[in-house]
């Protein structure tokens, strides 16, 4: 058998071994060999087969590395649930907030709120953003 048939074979085991188990490492070698196969239909010797795969292993190892050292090191977004994924959400006055109470129309739905600054009156119909949630009322403040 032709030695680019075997490094063919090799990449297609390596790539089907990759599928099943999602690891980076498979995919690299599968993509050497590749390069291997390659080298073997120009009709390189196979000491030089070897080298082009463990070159090409090299230099995949040295693309792929930095890109998941750079996603590894990310953390993933925090995800806020229930009423805290509320604060921070833009609201309408449905009536008059004040100090100690009023009414706002958040996430399409009526809520009890006042204002979080306590001295504030907020018109009906004013637009305010939502500074914090405690139980079912809203704090909240005009936006500019």
Do not use: C, N
Request: aromatic share 6%.
């Amino acid at each position: 058998m032709d030695d680019w048939v075997i490094w063919l074979i090799l990449a297609v085991v390596l790539g089907v071994a990759e599928i099943f188990t999602l690891t980076t490492a498979l995919g690299l070698l599968a993509g050497a060999s590749l390069f291997a196969a390659l080298s073997a239909v120009i009709g390189l010797p196979v000491p030089l087969q070897l080298l082009v795969f463990s070159g090409s292993l090299v230099a995949g190892v040295a693309v792929v590395r930095p890109i998941a050292k750079r996603h590894m090191l990310r953390p993933p977004p925090a995800q806020r649930f229930g009423v805290q994924a509320l604060v921070g959400k833009t609201a309408y006055v449905t009536s008059e907030v004040t100090g100690r109470d009023g009414r706002i129309r958040l996430a399409g739905e009526e809520w009890s709120a006042r204002a979080y600054d306590e001295t504030l009156v907020i018109p009906e119909g004013a637009t305010v953003d939502v500074i914090e949630i405690e139980g079912a009322t809203a704090l909240v403040y005009p936006r500019e």
